[in-house]
């Protein structure tokens, strides 16, 4: 059985090995040998490379002593040579080998550090502008390249160099307009502006009266600029240019002439190029090329005349510039507001400019506030007043219409019929609380077709763009100037606004504009009656077929605007305007549409009086009373009445105001009493006597005879003197009823004229009052038949 042999290596004596068996010593032996072998090949290999490097080191030694002996052998001659006399001696020879140096480099060297610097410069510039640095830094900057072109172009210069200076101005022309924008701009600190008028001042060399005219020129550019703006936010800009104004002023007062001065005085303490801002520019390598720029670059020092400007000259300055300045403002308000049309803008930016003026206006120097406010009052009022009688202007556009829109109708043949019944034909319209079959009921009962409507809008569009100033009215009477700003002005500029400003702003300026309003409300509403009856002349004087639809149309829009001008009126307690359409221009329209209908009625009325009164009826037996007297009209009376009240409705019930039936009824009684007054004539100059046959009518006669009532039978007993007075006696009440619808007092006058003439002799006064009365009678009973008639 083999066994393992243990490790020798961990033996504590020899003895440890001889307590195994003898093969097992062997191996022990045989591993111990080839231990010893090992470690002695380790051993070899550690004495081999320990004895190089002692032969490395042997040879530094020996290295380190030679040079001691030549570092010895050197000190001890420069010992020997240390004197006084040597050192100056190599003292003055490397002075002059320098001088020789310098002189042969001092010109390529100057030529190559101002190159450098010029062309960095812009570069450097360009970069402070695009992260908004200091502008006094470029200014010096601009300064210091300018003279380094200056020390470049006094020799042969090569083409890079202009080629740099053209860069130099584009700067230079970004740099002045960024100064300008800053200058213009309201929202700097006051130390901002003193630097940008330094900058300004260093990079154009202008004196500080120089700079305060290019501050207020191009603070004036600005105002003047925001005011030609205008556009939809006129308000805005026109207040930015008076606080424009209002805070130049106060910069100017601010700033000149002390803190400029100040600022500009420092630049003199020390030359540009040592200046640290400007040494700070990394790109510009001033740590090497210094020494090398020139003469006049390293030591030019700015001398601006900071004194020179003076705390009265400046005032003066400033006064001078206020007084343009509002002169400008007010000339570029009117200017701004002449293509403006909006009332609302108008009248706010009225309100704004008053305010910004009432509270900051007494700090412009120069300037009477009072005086001031005074224009900008004027100014305002004059434009509102304009834009209102602009748009009082604008009805000749509802003129344009209804004679575009009577032309429409014009072409139109047949009279159109508006039905109540046919108002709705789906059940959608009865929807959202049936908002549209209530209005299609409306206009249907009202008559408003298109045309109408399409007038009655273009009216009330014109109608409410000129009650627009009624909410302005409003807020210019409600606003109190006094207690807004009893708190923010002081007691000189209330004194010089005077204590009336409340009663100016709020009472007299609103009601100049109320009275401006009324009067070209009034001149509108004159120029649009004399339209509309130059309208209805030419259209009476056409005389055509169509002229009853005209006349319709047409007082179907006058009936809607007359509905609609009580409330063009700017107060409620004020005169409603006057309604434009007079009697004297609707007369014609009026007796047109009478004319239509009276002339047809009347000539069908006359045929049937001529029919029955031929024949002998025994109606009288219906009448009453003693002696008897007719109490009903006969069928051709009612039916008259009847066939009148159905050719009014035929064209529309609405049109039947009191003046047009008025005109009609007139038009009717004097046609009717002439009707009647020929068939009186008729009936008396008829001889019945002479042996004349008497027409008898029997049932079949009268039911075919369509004019022939069927109440008339046949009267064959009658003599003629009662057949007359019978037919007379029925004309006369049928007179008098038809005269309860028609008439007036001076047609029964005329009736009774008729009664006279017809020798009616047994019609004494108190039958001829029955028969009033039973004519009276007969007309509250059938009088709701009549309904367009009364």
Known sequence: MATEAPDPRTFQSWEDAFQYPIPIVRKLEQQLRNNADENREKLRSLVGASYRNLLDTAETIIDMEVRMEQVES??????????????????????KMETHIRGRDAERYTFASQLSVLRNAPLVMTRLMKIEGSYLLIAKLLVVSRLLHKALGQSNKPPIVDQLWVRLLSVRRKLLRRIDKRL???NGQPASLVESMCAYALATSSTPSDVLNHFLKVRLDRMNSELKKGGDELARHGITALKLCIQTCLDTQTIFPRRLAEVLGKLKAHPLIQDPDVRGLYELNLDVHDRWLGEEARNYTPWPRHDELQR????????????????????????????????????????????????????????????VLDDLRDTMNEKLESIVRSRTEGLQTVTSELTSRLDTVSSSKDIPTLS???????????????????????NTYQGRDQSVISVTSAFEKWMESVLEVKGIVKSMKEARWDDTFADDVDDDSDDELGDSKQALLSDDDPKLLEEATQE???????????????????????????SVQKAAFLLRVVREIGDRLPRLRLQEKSTPLASPFTSEILQPLHSALASHIVRPTTQAYHISLAISTKARTNGHILWEGHPPLPSQPSSSAFRFLRELEKSMGSLGSDIWTPGCVAVLRSEVSKEVSSVIETRVDAVTAHDLENNEPIAIANDEEVEANEDTSVDEVVAPSSNAQELKAQKLKQLLFDLLYIQRFVGNSDEEEKSTLLVEKAKMADLDEAAMSRLRKNAADYAKKTYLLFALLA
């Open 74 to 95: 050197k000190l001890s001659k420069v010992g020997q040579s240390c004197n006084s006399r040597g050192v100056e001696r190599i003292s003055n020879n490397a002075g």
């Open 184 to 186: 213009s701009s309201t």
């Open 312 to 371: 009265p000259e400046a005032e003066k300055i400033l006064h001078r510039w206020s007084k343009d300045a509002v002169a400008a403002f007010l000339k570029g308000v009117k200017k701004a507001l002449q293509g403006e049309e909006r009332l609302k803008e108008v009248a706010s930016l009225r309100q704004e400019l008053i305010e910004t003026w009432i509270l900051s206006g007494s700090r412009i120097a120069g300037v009477k506030s009072a005086n």
């Open 420 to 442: 109540l019944w046919d108002t709705t034909t789906q059940a959608s319209d009865l929807g959202n609380g049936a908002q549209t079959f209530k209005s299609t009921i409306l």
């Open 520 to 546: 070209a409300l009034s001149e509108a509403m004159q120029n649009l009656g004399r339209s509309f009856s130059r309208i209805v002349k030419k259209s009476e004087d056409e005389d055509t077929s169509d």
